[in-house]
């Protein structure tokens, strides 16, 4: 039976649903729904195709079909299904004893799979060659990109935290920067001068507006995992999933950048004002379970409203 998997988001939280339908089923039964995005307002993060960024082929649909089909979608947990269940791997970079784990194994198997495209993979390659000996990565996530985050987390971004971060946490090192916001890679550039090492960008930091952008961040979310250490943004998805997609060697430190942290204000809502503006249209079901719970596996029969009519 086909799985449709629904993602959303950004590349972190795309994938993260990605792998965790691929210990699910088999990538040939597999229906990827990878949205486009249309409007800051409403989904900030992925303006571009799936292969715009890996080589992988997957079937891609726009709607829920009207076969019957499991569903799984638009939770940005990584797990892993066996036997019935999901095994956590939620932040396994804490986790000391996780390299020996057989659900660590088979995920990381499973991100190893993914391939990315050409472009991607060569300027990896041409980068790390270019990235100072002994560095570490400060993965910075200010949520400063779009106004739906920004009223929701990056109003309380500060950039004073990052600063006592460099110099009195990280101190000597050398730094490969990735961020999400222009000119606070800018100013930290102008602070600190050659002791920060940035990759190229054909647009800006923090642009999801097109497949460049998009590109971009995914060659920084590889490297990004390739050095000795990450300090890793307080509960950012991209962060972890640099430690995935490095390679899983790099130590992690996890820091807090906004006041109050990200842990205490996860909850919160935006304002009304720029909430989005438009919500996809649900699609008429029934169900042989207890419906769609996103982040949950539910077999699904649709009944098209002409079947409806006619009765």
Not at 5 to 12: R, V, Y
Not at 240 to 257: K, L, P, R
Not at 261 to 277: A, D, G, H, M, W
Request: aromatic share 10%; net charge neutral; charged share 25%.
């Amino acid at each position: 039976m086909n799985l449709v998997c629904n993602t959303a988001g950004g590349i972190g939280n795309r994938v993260k649903t990605l792998l965790t339908c691929l210990t699910i089923a088999k990538p040939e039964d597999i229906l990827l729904m990878w949205p486009a995005t249309t409007s800051y307002q409403s989904d900030g993060g992925a303006w571009c195709k799936f292969n715009d960024l890996w080589e992988n082929k997957f079937k891609e649909i726009e709607r829920i079909p009207d076969e019957e089909h499991q569903y799984y979608g638009r939770d940005s947990k990584l797990r892993l299904y066996r036997n019935g269940e999901f095994v956590k791997l939620e932040e396994a970079y804490t986790n000391p004893n996780i390299s020996t784990s057989p659900h660590f194994l088979e995920m990381k198997r499973l991100v190893d799979s993914l391939i990315p495209v050409e472009y991607v993979r060569d300027k990896i390659i041409e980068y790390k060659s270019q990235i100072p000996h002994n560095s570490c990565t400060l993965s910075l996530r200010t949520y400063m990109s779009f106004p739906l985050e920004y009223h929701q987390r990056g109003k309380r971004f500060k950039i004073e935290k990052v600063f006592d971060v460099i110099e009195n946490i990280i101190t000597s090192e050398k730094i490969l920067l990735t961020a999400d916001h222009q000119e606070t890679v800018e100013e930290i550039k102008n602070r600190y001068g050659d002791r920060i090492f940035v990759t190229p960008k054909r647009t800006e930091f923090g642009d999801y507006t097109c497949k460049e952008g998009l590109q971009d961040s995914l060659i920084d979310l590889y490297l990004g995992g390739m050095t000795k250490k990450i300090y890793i943004t307080s509960k950012c998805t991209f962060s972890e999933m640099q430690w995935w997609f490095g390679g899983c060697n790099a130590e992690t430190e996890e820091i807090s950048v906004h006041h109050p942290s990200l842990r205490e204000i996860s909850s919160e809502k935006p304002p009304n004002s720029i909430q989005p503006k438009k919500k996809l249209p649900s699609p008429e079901v029934t169900f042989s379970s207890s419906g769609i719970t996103d982040g949950n596996i539910n077999r699904i029969h649709h009944e098209s409203r002409t079947s409806n009519n006619k009765s």
